[in-house]
């Protein structure tokens, strides 16, 4: 099934409370959870990695600083914090040095990526080519893909992009619902990231962050499990 990475964000900001947070969700069957770059004092984030680790999980810093002097420093931070993987970021030139000799596995996005909150621009070509061009160098793991920020037939991009990347495709951004769940498994999508929608209780209306968090991995489940059925 489609791995599913908890971000301890909201808005492309890493949430105040994400110590609490973390602790109300941290021993639920949980493998992967992340955090950004922006919101909370690196220090807080290194303690708070180290207890993940401690705990079995594998920790992301998704980076979304919006110059490449500021996606550096987040690459360090990343290399300081000792998480387990980077996503995002576009400037693998600058930021592959840095990651040399480092366990860290790196999944930038591919595509134009405007703003804070990001949006993906570029047509399927475009977006399907630079997923191409960037994991064709070494030291880039996979990519980060804006998929639910992008004006067009998502499913027809992410397909183009599993199909052209030379290793793991990320959805993230913007997932909010079972068939979303659906879509990205189907076509291929190693891993989904959800957010703001477990603080905004969009998954489980009036349930507990905990609730959300059941919720996005016994769906997960259960598309894997469909489409064993169907092969």
């Given at each position: 099934?489609?791995?599913?990475?908890?971000?301890?964000?909201?808005?492309?900001?890493?949430?105040?409370?994400?110590?609490?947070?973390?602790?109300?969700?941290?021993?639920?069957?949980?493998?992967?959870?992340?955090?950004?770059?922006?919101?909370?004092?690196?220090?807080?984030?290194?303690?708070?990695?180290?207890?993940?680790?401690?705990?079995?999980?594998?920790?992301?810093?998704?980076?979304?600083?919006?110059?490449?002097?500021?996606?550096?420093?987040?690459?360090?931070?990343?290399?300081?914090?000792?998480?387990?993987?980077?996503?995002?970021?576009?400037?693998?030139?600058?930021?592959?040095?840095?990651?040399?000799?480092?366990?860290?596995?790196y999944c930038p996005f591919p595509g134009r990526i405007v703003g804070h909150p990001s949006v993906l621009e570029g047509s399927i070509d475009e977006i399907a080519g630079s997923a191409r061009e960037l994991t064709g160098r070494e030291g880039v793991d996979g990519v980060d893909l804006l998929a639910y920020r992008w004006q067009g037939p998502v499913p027809d991009l992410i397909s183009a992009v599993v199909n052209a990347a030379q290793g793991p495709v990320i959805v993230a951004g913007t997932v909010t619902t079972a068939e979303q769940i659906r879509v990205l498994t189907r076509r291929g999508a190693w891993a989904f990231t959800i957010g703001g929608a477990v603080f905004d209780r969009l998954l489980v209306p009036r349930g507990s962050i905990r609730d959300q968090i059941v919720w996005a991995l016994d769906t997960a489940a259960d598309v894997r499990a469909v489409l064993d059925a169907e092969r």
């Open positions: 099934m489609a791995e599913f990475i908890f971000m301890l964000t909201k808005d492309d900001t890493t949430v105040a409370d994400c110590v609490e947070v973390y602790e109300e969700v941290r021993n639920s069957t949980l493998q992967w959870i992340g955090f950004k770059d922006i919101g909370v004092p690196i220090p807080v984030l290194t303690q708070l990695a180290e207890r993940m680790h401690e705990d079995g999980l594998r920790v992301v810093l998704e980076i979304v600083s919006t110059d490449a002097e500021a996606e550096l420093r987040s690459v360090e931070a990343g290399l300081t914090i000792g998480v387990d993987m980077l996503m995002g970021g576009t400037n693998p030139d600058r930021a592959l040095p840095l990651l040399r000799g480092s366990a860290i596995r």
